[in-house]
């Protein structure tokens, strides 16, 4: 059987476009979603962008405008990886 995803603990939206997670197994992803930008619901304007929150399950993020992504396209779109350490 395959595992499961990972859960977002934490997200931050750096510059237009571009997303930060920190998932709950202590992983850090910074993705370009501009490859989504041909979506109609795609946040238009920096603003727009950083009103960003995660789903209630912590398994998406989703924008005001109803741009949703998973969180398994911020880390097949990830360009930076980093491993956290886990605070106790």
Sequence with gaps: MGT?????????????????????DGMLYLADLSSFSSVYCFPKTPEQWCAVSQDSAGLALVWTSRFEVHVDQVVALATRVEHRRQTA
Excluded: F, H, R
């Design 4 to 24: 499961s995803s990972a859960v977002i603990v934490k997200v931050n939206t750096p510059v237009y476009a571009q997303v930060e997670i920190e998932t709950s």
